[in-house]
T-cell receptor, first 115, second 114 residues
């Protein structure tokens, strides 16, 4: 069965600090997809990144970077030089293509960036 | 490009009443999802449509919840009768294809059952 664990419930950092959000997943599939979504106070889930299980290259997009390690079943997300606008709840999700491509979400990490 | 539209944004009803939510996905997106997000939790899939057919409704409490997607575009989700534990945000999402494609979410409908 698919499972996504985000052990950090809440994190607070001071503006300009770096912060890493952890995500550990479980799946029996050999082919799967991992996602990160941001949920600001407005409530809409905003897509950040998708990674398939065959691509372990880390990715950087501006201040955001993602570290995918199959050996530890982790897909961690780092924000460099955090800003107040980064304050939101961040969700890691796993997609099961062997089933119906549903997204299984973790419980989320609430990030607060203090000015 | 217009995003996923949902209405209403907020709804307060008494338990045992019925309620309906509406979703208009992004144009051309074949797959539509309804998720339930209880406060402090991640979204949980209720039902997934591919065009106007149901792909997965295993998590839908079918004794009280129903959903349809007529003509493979708009969708409605209904709860009848509502229970207190149905208080949640109901999120609609759509994706272009199936496997591995990202889903785009609407702003959700916040339901409070009193």
């Amino acid at each position: 069965a698919q499972k996504v664990t985000q052990a950090q419930t809440e994190i607070s950092v001071v503006e300009k600090e770096d912060v890493t959000l952890d995500c550990v997943y479980e799946t029996r599939d050999t082919t799967y997809y991992l996602f990160w979504y941001k949920q600001p106070p407005s409530g809409e889930l905003v897509f950040l990144i998708r990674r398939n299980s065959f691509d372990e290259q880390n990715e950087i997009s501006g201040r955001y970077s993602w570290n995918f390690q199959k050996s530890t079943s982790s897909f961690n997300f780092t924000i460099t030089a955090s800003q107040v606008v980064d304050s939101a709840v961040y969700f890691c999700a796993l997609s099961d293509p062997g089933g119906a491509n549903n997204l299984f979400f973790g419980t989320g990490t609430r990030l607060t960036v203090i000015p | 490009e217009a995003g996923v539209a949902q209405s209403p944004r907020y709804k307060i009803i008494e338990k045992r009443q019925s309620v309906a939510f509406w979703c208009n996905p992004i144009s051309g997106h074949a797959t539509l999802y309804w998720y339930q997000q209880i406060l402090g939790q991640g979204p949980k899939l209720l039902i997934q449509f591919q065009n106007n057919g149901v792909v997965d409704d295993s998590q839908l409490p079918k004794d009280r919840f129903s959903a349809e997607r007529l003509k493979g575009v708009d969708s409605t989700l209904k709860i009848q009768p509502a229970k207190l534990e149905d208080s949640a945000v109901y999120l609609c999402a759509s994706s272009l294809r199936g496997v591995g494609t990202e889903a785009f979410f609407g702003q959700g409908t916040r339901l409070t059952v009193v």
